[in-house]
């Protein structure tokens, strides 16, 4: 009978837990989504307009390079070419020890936002969202924010 009244009296915190956690699990709505973005001042929108986007891909094309910090490697040389067709080719390196390690190379269409700001990579993992410079690329966090800190001229990839 005592376990009997045990197994009852955890009943309410069984449900409790039960429902809290079958809330976090649910899928987001994409406006929901998109707000959770826009409340983090992204813009996620792309640009659609033809005529724009080509007068765009004509002025960011061209290959940008830079060493990027690793928290356990020497740096991580970067380059991301952009093609005036709307495809891009990302280049990564590790170099360890002050030699090249793994090499990693990835392809795909890369989209702009809609207010022109960032140029953005959908088939790599975040980060994946760049800020355009002038002659530059700024790469953001994960949330799609400038890094801040001692290193943050450090996230810059340089047109060649």
Request: proline share 3%; hydrophobic share 30%.
């Amino acid at each position: 009978m005592k376990n009997i009244k045990g197994f009852i009296g955890l009943l309410p915190l069984a449900g409790f837990l039960l429902f809290s956690c079958q809330n976090q699990n649910q899928e987001k709505s994409p406006s929901t989504a998109s707000n959770e973005i826009n409340a983090g001042k992204i813009d996620s929108t792309y640009l659609t307009d033809s005529t724009r986007l080509n007068e765009l891909y004509s002025k960011i094309s061209g290959k940008y390079f830079g060493i990027l910090p690793c928290a356990d490697c020497n740096g991580i040389e970067t380059s991301i070419t952009i093609k005036e067709n709307g495809s891009y080719i990302f280049d990564r390196t590790y170099l360890v020890n002050n030699q090249r390690g793994n090499n990693s190379v990835f392809e795909g269409q890369f989209k702009i936002s809609g207010d022109e700001k960032h140029l953005v990579l959908p088939e790599m993992l975040a980060p994946n969202r760049y800020l355009i410079g002038e002659k530059r690329l700024t790469q953001l966090d994960i949330d799609g924010k400038l890094i801040e800190g001692e290193l943050k001229n450090n996230y810059i990839l340089n047109k060649q």
